[in-house]
């Protein structure tokens, strides 16, 4: 396994759900997806189907080597976007309710950052991770509704395996009991996947210094 | 810009609000207006903007008022947060009783995902403190539903009066810096993200806003607290 650097090119904004996107959870997504095809979109609630699927990255302990999303420009700020989200469903005859249940509206806003790249640093296997990445169109949230348009990606080597620190910062969650010091600390997801509770500890947040065990 | 030069150059803009929009005239009428269901009325105090200006105006007439704050609790209202108010309204009403009650399942995840019972209890607690007004800083500028509301609102077991009824949200951000009322520091950071028209301080990660999609805000600028503790 080789210490990556891998770069999205994006043509839209990209909307979030959190301040960052994991690349583990990512590959795992498109892993998934191809074990599972077409089931994989009728899945049965949120409930992990036998665990994470092997992913093509190096592991530390009980988490990936690859860092969280770093948005470049660097100093692009977060917008929001607001929408309506309404049923396209054809409406029955007769009263329906539009504040609550089946056809209830939903007026939404989407955190988003123009950014033009995404870095991530990983380290794992090259022509793997480079597959699964060539399958990404698009990062982030409401890609449906065309944020996170990947242009392209490039995968190549780097000298320094950064995906858990670089120079003194977390690149990711790290979990405080892996950290001989570190600055801050807050209860988060640190492997995926990021939305089961089991995945929660109390973890020194992405880019705050910290020194490994 | 630095966080710092931004939010000073915005209060340059509010403090000349204050004259140019007479928001002096407007909190002497809210006081006066105020001053008359103090004696028989207590002030529910969320910690919020407008209910800290309502506080300061009430304060300003009647320094030993009865303030009522409901502590929504950890899954709702981060303590950082709920410190911080108390901190604040116990500073601008030093000489006021004050009155707090806790839902009583505020620190548990359901309080995020079933509203429900909120209602039911938080009625019941202002029911029980048996006032006969209830002094709110409810706005008309908020909403359609808020602005046909009312000033005076004769309810089955009290009467809701709200003195800053007319105040818009730029005159309540005036009164605010211009008195240097505290607010939780949380509203810069949203009003950053969002504009000062629409920061809000209500409740967090809270399934009753999800249809504004104010969870998804939080998860960005709140993340901190979005995973519950004990």
Redesign the interface.
Known sequence: MQPLEIVFYLSTPVA????WLFFDSLLAHIVLKEQLGEKYYSLPTKIPLGGVPEIPLKRWRDLYVASVAIFEPSDTS???F?FFKRGDHPFPSGKISRGSGFF????????YIPALKVRFYATGEIDEVRRLVGKVAALGKERNIGFGFVKKVEVKEVEHEWGLVKDGTAMRPIPVQYLKSYEDA????YKPPYWS?KS?ALCA?PFTRVELL | MTDEEWLRRWIDYFLTWYDEGRVEEKANEAKEFAAKFLDEGIVSVSGGKDSMALLHIATSAKPDITVFHWDHGAALMPREIEEEILENIKSVAPKAKLIVKKYSLGDSERAREDWRPWYREFFAALRSLGYRYHILGIRADESCRRASRGRIVARKHWVEVHPIYFFTWRDVWAYIFKHRIPVPKTYFIYAK??GWDKARLVTFFDKEF?????P??D??LM??Y??L?K
């Not at chain 1, 209830?104 to 955190?111: E, G, Q, W």
């Open positions: 979030l759900g959190a301040p977060m917008h929001v607001s209830k509206d939903f007026y939404l806003k989407a955190v807050a209860y988060m997801p509770k929660i947040p | 993200l969002l999800e249809k504004y999609g104010s998804t805000i998860s960005i993340w901190r979005r995973h503790t």
